[in-house]
């Protein structure tokens, strides 16, 4: 929980640069991410339960927690395997109706990814992780009228069909 008091200062902690590396299921289609240091993917198909997975997809990715500089409150985004930047989606995905609420085309739209990218369980980025990073991310933007805002992968469409540029390196915030 974080200290309401303070004007959080957030800095990442924790750093770890890796890769993000989705799997599909041949049999029931189900689809699984998860985040590796290894830069060598499984490439395998092998069965696990009633599943047979097979490799679909990698990119490099970063994961990390922040921490605020003023009063060390620490948040783990334990959830977070992966940011992605929203450069297209379907008409009806609902990452894109972020787009459409923003003003003008000064807001960025970042997808926080999680580990279960169909959410079979319901479980995905948690509220207070998407509200620390657009604090992180918005905090220190030189641009005026920029903005950024995240949304977690639970609102978009589908795994198989939206599209972005995952962040893969620690200068992400200087873009802006």
Not at 28 to 36: D, H, P
Request: hydrophobic share 35%; aromatic share 8%; proline share 2%.
């Amino acid at each position: 929980m974080a200290n309401e008091a303070c004007r959080h200062d957030w800095t990442i902690v924790d750093l770890q640069n890796g890769y993000l590396v989705t799997e599909g299921c041949t049999r029931c289609g189900r689809r699984a991410s998860f985040f590796t240091l290894k830069d060598q993917p499984h490439l395998d198909t092998y069965m696990e339960g009633g599943h047979r997975w097979r490799f679909l997809a990698s990119a490099q990715s970063t994961r990390f927690n922040l921490q605020c500089a003023k009063c060390g409150i620490k948040v783990e985004l334990k959830n977070v395997i992966g940011l992605m930047l929203c450069t297209e989606c379907a008409e009806d995905c609902d990452v894109l109706k972020l787009k459409d609420e923003s003003e003008g085309g000064s807001t960025w739209i970042y997808v926080a990814l999680c580990s279960d990218p169909m959410h079979e369980n319901g479980v995905c980025v948690s509220d207070e992780e998407i509200r620390v990073l657009e604090e992180y991310f918005n905090g220190n933007i030189k641009s005026p009228g920029k903005r950024v805002r995240f949304a977690p992968c639970i609102r978009w469409k589908s795994v198989d069909v939206c599209q972005g540029d995952v962040i893969a390196d620690v200068g992400m915030k200087e873009i802006y």
